[in-house]
């Protein structure tokens, strides 16, 4: 059986891969650019809005969603880079050259997995900080003023928005090991964010509220809420049940694929 290197060394040599392929490194800039300026563009057009709001639109407004609210188009981005970092291998058969290197396919797929979560989670993080501040400028003396960091579940909800982003991508990179394909995989993803929401709304409205709550764009917008509501009265679970359900979904999609990766030739 081939040495397998240590770890931290496969960490180093991912890390080098994720950096140098053009590919990732666009997708997390596209990232960080869409969570900043679509908030900013939010931000501007509910601001000219908010005069002609009746009481129950003021009401549900949470500043904080309207501030981070790129990160709705941010997750097509981080899901595209989670599943790049695998099917881009597959794509080229480089992943031969890879496995022959590190035979240890666990080992290869938890340094991927490192990589990945570390750069999506401090790109993230900067991006959704940026977009705050952005808000707290776009919103100053208005009815839909921002609240400083240090208030109720403001700094909670920033967080955890880079927290959605990061586990999103680790949802794509799950996707990419169970399918090997990068179209294939990238249009699972868009299809489970664009289409489900579609087809669970022909269901019954009496179905709706129960499955909504589930879907991974509702629960992103959960964690980052500080009231509880989402706007238009959508039912949600709590901040950390959301997160936890979305984790779930994470380990059980790389569960998957970890197991496929293990069992299948290269």
């Given at each position: 059986?081939?040495?397998?290197?240590?770890?931290?060394?496969?960490?180093?040599?991912?890390?080098?891969?994720?950096?140098?392929?053009?590919?990732?490194?666009?997708?997390?800039?596209?990232?960080?650019?869409?969570?900043?300026?679509?908030?900013?563009?939010i931000g501007l057009?509910?601001?000219?809005?908010?005069?002609?709001?009746?009481?129950?639109?003021?009401?549900?407004?949470?500043?904080?969603?309207?501030?981070?609210?790129?990160?709705?188009?941010?997750?097509?981005?981080?899901?595209?880079?989670?599943?790049?970092?695998?099917?881009?291998?597959?794509?080229?058969?480089?992943?031969?050259?890879?496995?022959?290197?590190?035979?240890?396919?666990?080992?290869?797929?938890?340094?991927?997995?490192?990589?990945?979560?570390?750069?999506?989670?401090?790109?993230?993080?900067?991006?959704?900080?940026?977009?705050?501040?952005?808000?707290?400028?776009?919103?100053?003396?208005?009815?839909?003023?921002?609240?400083?960091?240090?208030?109720?579940?403001?700094?909670?909800?920033?967080?955890?928005?880079?927290?959605?982003?990061?586990?999103?991508?680790?949802?794509?990179?799950?996707?990419?090991?169970?399918?090997?394909?990068?179209?294939?995989?990238?249009?699972?993803?868009?299809?489970?964010?664009?289409?489900?929401?579609?087809?669970?709304?022909?269901?019954?409205?009496?179905?709706?509220?129960?499955?909504?709550?589930?879907?991974?764009?509702?629960?992103?917008?959960?964690?980052?809420s500080t009231t509880?509501?989402?706007?238009?009265?959508?039912?949600?679970?709590?901040?950390?049940?959301?997160?936890?359900?979305?984790?779930?979904?994470?380990?059980v999609v790389l569960?998957?694929?970890?197991?496929?990766?293990?069992?299948?030739?290269?």
């Amino acid at each position: 059986m081939a040495h397998s290197p240590g770890l931290l060394a496969v960490v180093r040599s991912e890390w080098i891969k994720f950096r140098s392929v053009r590919s990732t490194v666009i997708g997390t800039l596209i990232m960080l650019i869409l969570t900043i300026g679509i908030g900013v563009l939010i931000g501007l057009a509910v601001k000219g809005h908010l005069a002609s709001m009746n009481p129950v639109e003021r009401a549900s407004l949470d500043p904080i969603q309207l501030a981070t609210g790129g990160i709705l188009f941010a997750q097509f981005a981080v899901g595209v880079i989670g599943a790049l970092v695998i099917t881009a291998e597959f794509s080229s058969t480089s992943i031969r050259t890879t496995l022959a290197a590190v035979p240890n396919r666990l080992q290869l797929i938890t340094a991927k997995g490192i990589v990945l979560s570390s750069v999506l989670f401090v790109v993230g993080e900067i991006a959704c900080f940026i977009a705050y501040f952005d808000g707290a400028l776009i919103f100053h003396g208005t009815i839909a003023a921002l609240p400083s960091l240090s208030q109720g579940k403001t700094l909670q909800a920033v967080l955890l928005g880079g927290v959605y982003l990061t586990l999103m991508g680790l949802f794509g990179f799950g996707l990419g090991l169970i399918l090997r394909q990068s179209a294939g995989s990238i249009s699972t993803y868009t299809s489970l964010l664009l289409i489900l929401p579609i087809l669970v709304f022909l269901l019954p409205s009496s179905w709706q509220n129960s499955i909504t709550r589930y879907e991974p764009s509702v629960l992103g917008q959960a964690m980052r809420s500080t009231t509880g509501v989402l706007r238009g009265g959508t039912p949600v679970f709590s901040t950390w049940e959301s997160a936890a359900i979305l984790a779930a979904y994470c380990v059980v999609v790389l569960g998957a694929g970890v197991v496929l990766m293990q069992r299948r030739d290269a």
